[in-house]
């Protein structure tokens, strides 16, 4: 257990609709980051928060946004959900804004019919 | 951000000692070398991190050459649950870098 907790395990939805994940990163941790991993695919960075800061942008696509509130824990909105959107989405945190290590939470998995 | 190469796959067997090399040939002077293990639908797991020489843990070893420009990660002894991707990243601790993990290593252990 990385103490990186995601909700909801699974999520199932159509084409067009909005989806919220939410990610609660380890206590002490000021950086969450999200990811995006397709079937088979390696895991395409998304964007990084620190302390309720944007700090990095990866690939993000526009119909995704994010933020991290004043309690440090994060929601990644996606909207006007494709059939490619479906994927594994994961967040990890790490103490600082840098290299440290980053610990990932067990992932959303979105399915979008 | 140092880009990085790795093998695609490689193959073991239980019980054989495993050395991933990951090439980083434009590294900078303040980055350091971390390897991650990754099992199916499961996020990354970290393994180890160095700057140069060599780092060991309870779990695996990582050599770094004197040039730095690419890195070993080594595991003793593999077993059956060490089948996974690695994924090896190069970047320093200042902060706003893009976090990109690459397409990574399968390694597939075989009984």
């Known amino acids: 257990d990385s103490g990186v907790t995601q909700t909801p395990k699974h999520l199932i939805t159509a084409t067009g609709q909005r989806v919220t994940l939410r990610c609660s990163p380890r206590s002490g941790d000021l950086s969450v980051y999200w990811y995006q991993q397709s079937l088979d695919q390696g895991l395409q960075f998304l964007i990084q928060y620190y302390n309720g800061e944007e700090r990095a942008k990866g690939n993000i696509l526009e119909r995704f946004s994010a933020q991290q509130f004043p309690d440090l824990h994060s929601e990644l909105n996606l909207s006007s959900l494709e059939l490619g959107d479906s994927a594994l989405y994961f967040c990890a945190s790490s103490v600082g804004a840098g290299m440290e290590t980053q610990y990932f939470g067990p992932g959303t998995r979105l399915l979008v019919l | 951000l140092a880009k990085t190469t790795q093998p695609i796959s490689m193959d073991s067997y239980e019980g054989q000692e495993v050395n991933i090399t990951c090439s980083h040939n434009n590294i900078a002077t303040n980055d350091y070398i971390t390897w991650y293990q990754q099992f199916p639908s499961q996020g990354p797991r970290f393994i180890i991190q160095?700057?140069?020489t060599k780092v060991t843990n309870e779990v695996a070893s990582l050599f770094i050459p004197a040039d730095r420009k690419s890195s070993t990660l080594s595991l003793p002894r593999v077993s059956l649950s060490d089948t996974a991707v690695y994924y090896c990243?190069?970047?320093?601790?200042?902060?706003?870098?893009?976090?990109?993990f690459g397409a990574g290593t399968r390694l597939f252990v075989k009984a």
């Open positions: 990243l190069v970047g320093d601790d200042t902060g706003g870098f893009k976090t990109i």
């Open positions: 160095g700057y140069k």
